[in-house]
């Protein structure tokens, strides 16, 4: 088994966005710079922002990938500062198991990884050098399978698992990918049918506030969320019953990757009659 080295995933982690704001009526403190631009006494133009010219790059594997990554694998990847400051581009697909981030040098980066069905993995701020033009290898990232990750639930540990699945909703949140994490959770139901507490737990979630938001998110992506369930428990049947629906998810381009490939897999996985010959 492969270590995560600095990746903290998230079933143990809840990610807090912290949001401040100014009272009603009350404008909010000019900045120093804009305060004397304003002035008049500024000494000279505002600097121009740091060039991201630093790179960032490692391998990302699921856990169940014994020597590499099967050929359809792509995880989403987000990048975050340590000082708040905007990633351009915020996120971006890995290729196959590699990635990599053009970043600003000496700054500090957090990094997310997302893909249907794993849990989502974060790491911990990482140091960019203040060289320009220099590359930095991250350490692998393992994202754990759902159905293995269950084995933490054990006994029907209901609100262990109520806490990872606020953890995972969190950081769909942060990296808006309610449509990755909308598709696991109905991994996790699957994984939930020997836990009837965890079950539970997940039934209440989805109607929360912030489940039936992040539902709403999938759907406006295009994510046919009324057929996850089946899409998930029983394939073949929905490969029968809404081919154009599996069809149209598959191909869209705003859905995740790992996503769409669950779709197609079931769009090209043998109907029952193909695999039972009739003499």
């Given at each position: 088994?492969r270590?995560?080295h600095?990746?903290?995933v998230?079933?143990?982690?809840a990610?807090a966005?912290?949001?401040?704001?100014?009272?009603?009526?009350?404008a909010p403190?000019?900045a120093?710079?804009?305060?004397?631009?304003?002035?008049?006494?500024?000494?000279g133009?505002?600097p121009?922002?740091?060039?991201?010219?630093a790179?960032?790059?490692?391998?990302?594997?699921g856990?169940?990938?014994?020597n590499?990554a099967p050929?359809?694998?792509?995880?989403r990847?987000?990048a975050?500062y340590?000082?708040?400051?905007?990633?351009?581009p915020?996120?971006r697909?890995?290729?196959?198991?590699?990635?990599a981030?053009?970043?600003?040098p000496?700054?500090?980066?957090r990094?997310y990884f997302?893909?249907?069905?794993?849990q989502a993995s974060?790491?911990?701020?990482?140091?960019?050098?203040?060289?320009r033009?220099?590359?930095?290898?991250?350490?692998?990232?393992v994202?754990d399978?759902?159905r293995?990750t269950?084995?933490l639930f054990?006994?029907?540990n209901?609100?262990?698992?109520?806490?990872?699945?606020e953890a995972?909703a969190?950081?769909?949140e942060?990296?808006?990918?309610?449509?990755?994490?909308?598709?696991?959770?109905?991994f996790?139901r699957?994984a939930?049918?020997?836990f009837?507490?965890?079950?539970?737990?997940l039934?209440?979630?989805?109607?929360?506030?912030?489940?039936?938001?992040l539902?709403q998110?999938?759907?406006?992506?295009?994510v046919?969320?009324s057929?996850?369930e089946?899409l998930v428990?029983r394939?073949?049947e929905?490969?029968?019953?809404?081919?154009d629906t599996l069809?149209?998810l598959a191909?869209n381009p705003r859905?995740?990757?790992?996503l769409r490939?669950e779709?197609?897999?079931?769009?090209?996985?043998?109907t029952p009659?193909?695999?039972?010959?009739?003499?």
């Open positions: 088994m270590s995560p600095i990746v903290v998230a079933v143990a982690v990610v966005i912290a949001l401040g704001g100014c009272r009603s009526g009350e403190p000019a120093p710079a804009a305060a004397e631009a304003a002035s008049g006494r500024a000494d133009p505002t121009a922002p740091a060039e991201p010219t790179v960032l790059y490692g391998r990302v594997l856990s169940d990938h014994q590499a050929s359809d694998w792509q995880v990847v987000t975050e340590e000082d708040g400051t905007d990633v351009a915020r996120d697909d890995s290729t196959g198991e590699l990635f981030f053009k970043v600003v000496g700054k500090r980066v990094l997302e893909a249907v069905p794993y974060v790491t911990e701020f990482v140091d960019v050098t203040d060289e033009r220099y590359a930095s290898r991250v350490p692998d990232i994202m399978r759902i293995w269950m084995a054990a006994n029907g209901g609100e262990a698992f109520g806490r990872n699945l995972q969190a950081v769909a942060q990296t808006g990918s309610a449509d990755i994490f909308r598709a696991n959770l109905e996790y699957k939930s049918a020997r009837p507490d965890c079950l539970r737990r039934q209440e979630f989805e109607r929360t506030p912030r489940g039936v938001a539902t998110q999938a759907e406006a992506r295009g046919p969320v057929l996850l089946g428990q394939p073949a929905v490969a029968t019953t809404e081919p069809r149209a191909a859905v995740a990757q790992t490939n779709a197609r897999r079931a769009l090209d996985a043998p009659e193909a695999r039972t010959p009739r003499r």
